[in-house]
């Protein structure tokens, strides 16, 4: 049995779990007043339901490549994940910096109000940080897009593997 992952089948499936995500975003964007009770609610509905949909994709490649250790469950798990991130930290930096670019206006401007109201003094040029808030988007959303992945993963892979051993590097015949 072939036990190798299918990529692209991974960034398919990667486009459907980020769809979720993408929706967050919009949601957070079009609603910037939303009380804090309901922005916990729907933060905890999103994580839910990517939880569902990960679970639902890693359990039908378990079946498919079956028998399947946990390394080899997780590993296409974090593949998903690789490539959720990438997507969603790219649709993020285009909402913020080129859809709704007042946001990421609005960003730089609250960092330093904040910066000034803790007396903290700072080396940060306020034009500098504009210039590179488009970076600092892309990168903090595909890392904590990945971070989660990369736990999500790892606790989800030990229900949806098929082969029942110890050894998470064992790759299942």
Do not use: H
């Not at 692209?8 to 967050?24: K, N, P």
């Not at 949601?27 to 939303?34: D, E, R």
């Amino acid at each position: 049995m072939n036990n190798k992952i299918k990529w692209s089948e991974a960034a398919t499936q990667a486009f459907i779990l980020s769809i979720v995500t993408i929706a967050y975003e919009l949601i957070s964007i079009m609603f910037p007043t939303m009380p804090g009770v309901l922005s916990i609610i729907l933060s905890l509905l999103k994580l839910v339901v990517i939880i569902i949909i990960l679970r639902k994709i890693m359990v039908k490649d378990a079946i498919k490549r079956a028998p399947l250790s946990y390394g080899g469950s997780f590993r296409y798990g974090m593949a998903v994940c690789f490539f959720s991130s990438i997507i969603c930290a790219s649709v993020a930096t285009l909402l913020y910096t080129v859809v709704f670019p007042e946001i990421s206006e609005q960003l730089v401007e609250n960092t330093f109000m904040i910066l000034e109201e803790a007396n903290v003094g700072t080396m940060l040029d306020y034009d500098e940080l504009s210039a590179e808030i488009f970076k600092i988007i892309l990168f903090s959303k595909f890392f904590s897009c990945m971070i989660s992945g990369l736990i999500i993963s790892a606790i989800l892979a030990s229900g949806t593997k098929t082969l029942n051993s110890d050894n998470p590097f064992e790759q299942g015949e």
